[in-house]
């Protein structure tokens, strides 16, 4: 798993730390740790539905927020829990855009062991920070 949680960065929140080799690769783990504090297996999330995504900011930190914020909102309004299979970042004119497919289902209490109910991401501590081998980011979840 490309993410870990912080036990010592957050007494009431949730915080998480995921890595990837490219921002692509990066966002898919960071969206996989959001779900997973909702979720005990995300192997159970079967891709029913999809979701097409389309995001931009200047910043690639702020881009990411946006899209960690998505997978919160679907859950809310449309009660769908989503993993990323593919996404695509691209630089035009000084801005990101992704571009994603996300898939899965409605929430299903009796297939779906529910922990905990993300409200938010915050920016409390929020960073996105390149590596060595390639991307790393610090999260903050609103429980």
């Not at 960065?9 to 783990?29: N, Q, T, Y």
């Not at 695509?88 to 996300?102: D, G, K, M, S, T």
């Not at 209490?109 to 529910?114: D, G, I, S």
């Amino acid at each position: 798993m490309p993410f870990r949680y912080l036990e010592d960065r957050a007494i009431a929140d949730v915080a998480f730390e995921a890595w990837g080799a490219s921002l692509p690769e990066l966002f898919i783990a960071a969206a996989d740790a959001t779900v997973n504090v909702m979720i005990r297996e995300l192997s159970m999330i079967q891709p029913r539905e999809r979701r097409q995504l389309r995001l931009e900011d200047e910043d690639a930190d702020m881009l990411l927020f946006q899209f960690l914020q998505e997978m919160i909102f679907f859950k809310d309004a449309e009660r769908l829990l989503l993993r990323v299979r593919e996404i695509e970042i691209v630089r035009q004119e000084h801005r990101y855009v992704a571009r994603a497919n996300a898939y899965g289902e409605r929430i299903d209490a009796r297939r779906h062991e529910l922990i905990v109910d993300v409200k938010a991401v915050t920016l409390h501590r929020f960073s996105l920070t390149p590596t060595a081998s390639g991307w790393k980011v610090e999260v903050i979840l609103d429980v």
